[in-house]
C-alpha cells in the first residue's frame, strides 16, 4: 500500500493530500498503532509506533464516521475511555466530559446517542472525545468528507481552534482552502509514495511534479 | 378527523378506542355465529375443579420454557461462534446443526430424538429429555440470531475502541458486549415467547405441561372447546407480557440506526 516513505520533520499542523486510494488513511492508521507497518519504523517524540494500547493512548484518532461508540451519549463517549484507559475518577471524566463539550457548544448534545446527533456534530464529539486525554498527536482520517458543506465549516473551525492552543495535528483531507490556510505543512501521498511535502504555502504556488499539479488542478477546477 | 384512517405515529387516542372496539365487536360477532351455528354453549364452571392439575401443567410449562431458555441460550451462542470458527470440522458441524434442526419441524425432532437417542442413552427423565430437545430446536434459531448481530457490527467501531487505547478485554467488555446484547435482546425475548408456545408439542411425548393436561382434561370430560379456550388464554398470559416487553427493548435500543 505504502512504499518508500521517508519522513522526518518538527510539525504542528500538517495536512495530507491526495487522490482516494492513495494511501492517506493508511498512513494515519500506521501513524497511530491501530495497524501495524509491514517493515520499517515511525516513530512520533522518540517514542516507536507501535499496535499496542500503550501507545495508541498517546494518540487521538478521528475517523472520517461512525467513530463514536453507538451506544453510548455523547458525554459518555468522552469519559468512558477518559476512566477505563486514563484512569480518572467518574467525577473528573464527567467533569472534563461536560468542559469539552460545553466549550464547543454541544452541552445540549451530552445525553444524545450517536443517531440523534448531526453528522457535524457527531464529528465535534469525536474530535473532543480524541483530544480529551490531551494526546500528543491528533490524527484525522477525512474528518469532514462525509459531511454536508454547511457542517465541514463547523467542524474545520474547531480544529483552527485548536491548532491556535499549540494542539499538534495531522489531518488527510480534501478541504484545500483548510489546507492551505490552516495548515503549515502539506504532505503529497501519490500511489503510496510521499511525493511532495514542504511548506504549505509553497506547496499550494509551486508545485513541482506533474502529479500535484494536476491534483491541484483537478482540486480547484470549480472554486469561485 | 377521519376516524379510521391514522398517519404514521400520530393516531389519536379516540381513534384508537373507536376501531379498538370495531375490530371487537367484528371479532365477537363471528365467533358468536359460528357457535350458535354448530349450536355450542359455553360451560367454564368445571375448570376450578381441576385447579391443582391446571397449576401443576402451567408450573410445568413455565419450568420447561425458563430451563429451555437458558439451555438453548447456551447453545446459541456455542454454536454461533463455531460457526465462525477456524477449525473447519467444528465450523460445519455447526452449519449442519442450524441447518437441520431449522429445516424440519419439532414434532419430528421430539419423536426422533425421544424414542432413538433417549432410548438409546437411556435418558428416561421427560421432563430433561423435553428440555434438551426443546434447547437443541430452539438454540438454531437462537444461534441465527447472535450470528446476525455479530455480522452487523460496524468494523469502525472495533476500529473506534482500538483508537483510544481500550485492551481487547475493554473492548468485549465495553463495546461489543453492550452493543450485542443491545442487538439481541428484543430478538431474543420475542424468540422466549416461542419457546413457550413451543413446549406445547412436548406434550406428544406426554410430558405433562399445560397443553398435556388440558388434553387430559378434555378427553375425561369432552368439554374439548372450553378446555382449548382455556389453554389458549394461559399462554396468551405468558407470552403476552413478553412480547410487550420485546417492543419495549425494540424501541429501547432503536438508538442503533
Redesign the interface.
Known amino acids: 500500500m505504502l512504499r518508500n516513505i521517508s519522513y522526518h520533520d518538527d510539525i504542528r499542523a500538517v495536512a495530507l493530500i491526495g487522490r482516494s486510494g492513495c494511501g492517506k488513511s493508511t498512513f494515519l492508521r500506521i501513524l497511530?498503532g491501530?495497524i501495524p507497518a509491514s517493515e520499517g519504523a515511525v516513530r512520533v517524540d522518540g517514542e516507536a509506533a507501535t499496535d499496542s494500547?500503550e501507545y495508541?493512548?498517546k494518540?487521538g484518532?478521528v475517523?472520517q464516521?461512525?467513530?463514536?461508540?453507538?451506544?453510548l451519549s455523547a458525554l459518555d463517549n468522552i469519559t468512558?475511555?477518559l476512566e477505563?484507559?486514563?484512569g480518572l475518577s467518574q467525577a473528573q471524566a464527567q467533569a472534563k466530559g461536560y468542559e469539552l463539550l460545553s466549550r464547543f457548544g454541544l452541552e445540549n448534545e451530552a445525553v444524545k446517542?450517536?443517531?440523534?446527533l448531526s453528522g457535524g456534530q457527531k464529528q465535534r464529539v469525536s474530535i473532543a472525545?480524541?483530544i480529551a486525554p490531551k494526546p500528543k498527536l491528533l490524527l484525522l482520517d477525512e474528518p469532514t468528507s462525509a459531511l454536508d458543506p454547511e457542517y465541514t465549516t463547523e467542524v474545520l473551525d474547531m480544529i483552527r481552534e485548536l491548532r491556535d492552543e499549540h494542539l499538534t495535528f495531522i489531518i488527510a483531507t480534501h478541504e484545500m482552502g483548510f489546507a492551505y490556510h490552516a495548515c503549515d505543512k502539506v504532505l503529497f501521498l501519490s500511489d503510496g509514495e510521499i511525493l511532495e511535502h514542504g511548506e504549505s504555502g509553497q506547496v499550494f504556488a509551486e508545485p513541482e511534479t506533474r502529479e500535484l499539479k494536476e491534483f491541484l488542478s483537478k482540486m480547484l477546477e470549480w472554486k469561485v | 378527523m377521519n376516524v379510521f384512517v391514522s398517519r404514521p405515529g400520530e393516531t389519536h387516542s379516540l381513534q384508537a378506542a373507536v376501531n379498538i372496539l370495531l375490530v371487537s365487536v367484528l371479532l365477537v360477532a363471528v365467533f358468536w355465529f359460528a357457535l350458535s351455528r354448530i349450536g355450542v354453549t359455553f360451560d367454564f364452571s368445571f375448570l376450578p375443579l381441576y385447579g391443582i392439575r391446571l397449576r401443576d401443567g402451567f408450573l410445568m410449562t413455565v419450568g420447561l420454557s425458563a430451563a429451555s431458555l437458558v439451555l438453548s441460550l447456551i447453545l446459541g451462542i456455542v454454536s454461533a461462534w463455531l460457526q465462525s470458527s477456524k477449525i473447519l470440522a467444528l465450523r460445519y458441524l455447526a452449519k449442519l446443526y442450524v441447518t437441520v434442526i431449522r429445516g424440519t419441524p419439532l414434532i419430528m425432532q421430539i419423536y426422533l430424538f425421544f424414542y432413538i437417542v433417549g432410548t438409546a442413552f437411556g435418558i428416561e427423565n421427560r421432563f430433561f429429555c423435553g428440555v434438551l430437545i426443546l434447547s437443541i430446536f430452539e438454540g438454531a434459531y437462537i444461534s441465527e440470531i447472535i450470528r446476525g448481530s455479530l455480522l452487523s457490527m460496524d468494523g469502525t467501531q472495533l476500529e473506534a475502541a482500538k483508537a483510544v487505547g481500550f485492551t481487547k478485554k475493554q473492548t468485549v467488555q465495553l463495546v461489543i458486549l453492550p452493543q450485542l446484547i443491545a442487538r439481541t435482546l428484543p430478538a431474543l425475548t420475542g424468540q422466549f415467547a416461542s419457546i413457550i408456545k413451543d413446549s406445547s408439542l412436548l406434550s406428544v411425548i406426554a410430558v405433562i405441561e399445560i397443553t398435556q393436561t388440558m388434553r387430559e382434561i378434555s378427553s375425561e370430560n369432552f368439554k374439548l372447546f372450553e378446555c382449548y379456550f382455556a389453554l389458549g388464554v394461559l399462554y396468551l398470559v405468558l407470552t403476552l407480557p413478553i412480547s410487550f416487553a420485546s417492543k419495549r427493548l425494540e424501541r429501547r435500543f432503536t438508538y442503533e440506526n
Request: proline share 8%.
Open positions: 497511530g491501530l494500547e495508541r493512548k494518540i484518532f475517523f464516521q461512525g467513530g463514536l461508540f453507538s451506544h468512558l475511555p477505563k484507559v486514563h446517542k450517536p443517531a440523534q472525545r480524541a
